[in-house]
């Protein structure tokens, strides 16, 4: 098949992504590579994480760094309507920017704020971490407004080494929080190092339940407390106390080789990975042997070639260290990417599978007919983790967000567009 060739349909999916964007009264994609953003599997890992928690258990969603990558204030819509009923993000930034999308869910700073943010923090109603006693003098000088305090939650450094205060010291932070009029201390929680670990794990919640205690004891009742993330809730190494802070299972995502607890493994088995990408062709030509693909020609045919060029690169967060080692899907099958990995394109050889032209859709990341390729899959290629895999994804990927084939938005460089049967999500 020539590169003037219609397109073909795409293998195990239904319309291509053109006529379910113009379904949807959305415009064309500024570009030929996408993120699809699967909404219903979002939703549906919310219920499966809601399975493993007792009720009363609040569920946290970490949406952090663009929300691991799948877009902040879309993906926070979706995880909202769904039911969580707390955001966590890193930064005050990050909580800035969904504010005005969660209204009445609580939203938490995990990375404590310098000192200069902490009034609008108050102000917009964002709660804040604690992680370090000396900001207890620089918050009583900031003359925080009694009748709209600041709400914090204090860090307990219980073995992570990385911040907060230690148990034994909790309960002198409170007193000193207790005496600035425009300050609320409403939490209090620890980070597990090594989840994995049910003997490290089970240290670190005994620290972190005698720092409970000690704020009890000095009059601070009815604090939030909350130890647990994925690892520590699918794996059942520490409680779950009043809270959970869930980010990568949320996007249907686990660590390679987790151990997970007996009672968890039917739960985790359903977690559905929201993140998908794919690409169409910039063109598709034959290759002669002996001649070079890419810079610095690192592949050359050595038979009569066939070879697709992907608008997807390190520009795209692609990583450039991943040559020679990665593939992607087409037409239902697996096939080498080739060459170096330019900011802006990679190439596929696909004379394996014929009649490729500019109209198939290649995935890169996802599935198509029986083949899948997952974030744990290039993060063994690439010699890293499943988290660095789907937040190194670039903002300038269009997302495109979809529940059983009917897309509700689009995030580009421009902004968010919304289709016409999106409603509230």
């Known amino acids: 098949m020539g590169e003037d060739a219609p397109p073909v349909s795409v293998v195990g999916r239904g319309q291509p992504l053109e006529a379910r964007l113009r379904a949807a009264g959305l415009p064309p994609l500024p570009r030929s590579a996408w993120l699809e953003i699967d909404v219903t599997a979002l939703a549906a890992n919310v219920a499966t994480i809601r399975s493993l928690l007792e009720p009363g258990v609040r569920l946290a969603a970490v949406v952090k760094a663009d929300a691991y990558g799948h877009g902040l204030v879309p993906t926070v819509r979706a995880l909202v309507g769904a039911g ?5 993000v890193a930064t005050l930034d990050e909580a800035l920017a969904v504010a005005d999308v969660a209204t009445g869910v609580p939203i938490l700073a ?3 704020p310098p000192a200069d943010g902490m009034c609008e923090a108050a102000a917009r109603g964002i709660e804040v971490t604690l992680s370090a006693e000396g900001t207890i003098a620089e918050l009583a000088r900031l003359g925080l407004p009694p009748d709209r305090p600041l709400h914090v939650h204090l860090e307990i450094d219980s073995g992570l080494g990385r911040a907060g205060v230690t148990a034994e010291r909790a309960a002198a932070v409170a007193e000193g929080l207790r005496e600035i009029p ?7 929680w620890t980070h597990l190092a090594s989840a994995h670990d049910a003997s490290a794990s089970a240290e670190q919640a005994s620290r972190f339940a005698r720092a409970a205690e000690a704020l009890e004891a000095a009059g601070a009742r009815g604090v939030l407390r909350h130890i647990c993330a994925t690892g520590g809730v ?3 190494t520490a409680p779950r ?6 980010g990568l299972a949320l996007y249907g995502l686990l660590p390679e080789a987790f151990p997970v ?3 968890a493994r039917a739960a985790a088995a359903r977690l559905r990975p929201a993140m998908s990408l794919r690409a169409r062709p910039l063109r598709v030509a034959d290759v002669q042997p002996g001649e070079g693909v890419g810079y610095g020609a690192r592949w050359r045919a050595d038979r009569p070639s ?15 260290a991943s040559a020679g080692r990665t593939s992607a899907l087409v037409r239902g099958r697996r096939v080498p990417l080739i060459g170096s990995v330019a900011m802006d394109a990679v190439a596929a050889d696909v004379t394996d599978v014929p009649g490729v032209g500019l109209g198939d859709e290649f995935v890169l990341l996802g599935e198509q007919g029986g083949e899948r390729i997952t974030a744990l899959d290039l993060a063994r290629e690439r010699a890293t983790i499943p988290w660095e895999i789907i937040t190194a994804m670039a903002r300038r990927l269009p997302r495109v967000y979809d529940s059983d084939g009917h897309v509700l938005s689009v995030r580009t460089l ?10 509230g999500t």
């Open 182 to 188: 425009g300050v609320r201390l409403v939490g209090v």
């Open 84 to 88: 969580v009923e707390c955001l966590c």
């Open 241 to 246: 106390y009043d809270m959970v802070r869930i």
């Open 234 to 236: 699918l794996g059942r």
């Open 414 to 423: 421009s902004g968010e567009a919304r289709g016409s049967g999106s409603g």
């Open 261 to 263: 607890a007996p009672d």
């Open 110 to 112: 995990l990375f404590q």
């Open 306 to 320: 066939r070879v697709a060029t992907l608008p997807v690169g390190y520009g795209d967060g692609w990583a450039y």
